[in-house]
C-alpha cells in the first residue's frame, strides 16, 4: 500500500524510486529527524545532547518526543517489550546520526531545496490523495502540516544529496540492462508489444538498475561520511534511554 504521508513512485516518478530505504525516511521513522536535530545548531548547554555531528545535535527530549510520533503515527508497529523497544530506539538511534551527518554534507556542498521545489512536491503528494483525505491521514499520525512540510522538504534535501553524490557514479551498460531483463521481466515481454510499451519496459529496468546500485553503493558512502564527520554518542545518556520501561514520557530521559 502506500507510504503513509510521503511522496509514492507515481507523485515523485523516478526519483523516489532510487531512494535507499535508510536514506532519511525508512520505515518506522520517515524523517523525524528533520523536525528537530537538523534545525538546532550548538544549543542549550554543551552536554545536553544525545547524538552530535559538529554543532548540530539531538537532545534526550527530542530523541524521545521523535520515537512518541513514530508510535502514535504507526501504532502496532513496536514490540511493547523491553527488548523490541531497545532494537527500535537503536534503530532510530542510527537513523539520527545518518540523517545528522547527511545534512551537514549537503550544506557543506551547498545543497538546498527552494520553496518552489517544495511547494511542487507538496502539490504532487496531495494530488495522490482523494480530497479530505490527506489532511484526514495527517491527524491519525498525529502530525501537523508545518511539521509534515518540514519532514518534506528534509527528504528531499536527502534525494538531492544522494543525486549530487550517487547517482552521478552509476554506470548501466546494454549488458547490465540485457541481464536483468533475462531474469526479471523476459516472462513479461508479451505484454510489451507496441515500441512505446517497449520503451517503458527499458525505462523499468533502468530505473530498477539504478536503484540497486545506489544501494549497493550506499553503504561504503555513508561509511566514509561518517569517517568525515564523526558522529558523537552521549552513551552516558544513551545508557539511561536502554534502561527504560515501556511506556516511558519524553521528560523521563532527560
Not at 532494537?87 to 520553496?115: C, P
Not at 520503451?199 to 536503484?211: G, H, P, S, Y
Request: charged share 25%; aromatic share 8%.
Amino acid at each position: 500500500g502506500r507510504s503513509r504521508l510521503g511522496p509514492s513512485p507515481r507523485s515523485q516518478g523516478d526519483r523516489a524510486g532510487v531512494m535507499h530505504p535508510a536514506v532519511g525516511w525508512i520505515a518506522l521513522f520517515l524523517g523525524l529527524v528533520s523536525l528537530w536535530g537538523c534545525g538546532s545548531p550548538g544549543s542549550d548547554h554543551a552536554q545536553d545532547y544525545l547524538i552530535r555531528v559538529g554543532e548540530r545535535k539531538v537532545t534526550v527530549r527530542e530523541f524521545l518526543q521523535a520515537f512518541e510520533l513514530a508510535q502514535a503515527a504507526y501504532p502496532g508497529s513496536f514490540a511493547q517489550n523491553p527488548a523490541g523497544l531497545k532494537e527500535a530506539r537503536t534503530q532510530l538511534l542510527n537513523e539520527m546520526a545518518t540523517e545528522l551527518v547527511m545534512f551537514k554534507h549537503a550544506v557543506e556542498l551547498g545543497l538546498a531545496v527552494s520553496d518552489a521545489e517544495l511547494e511542487a512536491a507538496v502539490a504532487a503528494v496531495r494530488s495522490d490523495y482523494p480530497p479530505g483525505v490527506f489532511e484526514q491521514t495527517l491527524i491519525e499520525s498525529a502530525v501537523s502540516f508545518d511539521a509534515w512540510k518540514h519532514r518534506l522538504r528534509s527528504r528531499l534535501l536527502m534525494e538531492k544529496l544522494v543525486d549530487a553524490e550517487l547517482r552521478g557514479q552509476i554506470a548501466i551498460s546494454p549488458e547490465d540492462v540485457a541481464g536483468y531483463y533475462d531474469q526479471h521481466y523476459r516472462g513479461k515481454a508479451a505484454g510489451a508489444d507496441s515500441d512505446e510499451k517497449f520503451q517503458r519496459l527499458k525505462e523499468t529496468i533502468v530505473a530498477d538498475l539504478q536503484r540497486q546500485k545506489i544501494e549497493d553503493a550506499y553503504g561504503v558512502w555513508i561509511a566514509r561520511l561518517k569517517e568525515k564527520y564523526p558522529v558523537d554518542v552521549n552513551r552516558e545518556a544513551w545508557g539511561r534511554l536502554e534502561g527504560l520501561e515501556p511506556g516511558a514520557a519524553a521528560g523521563d530521559g532527560t
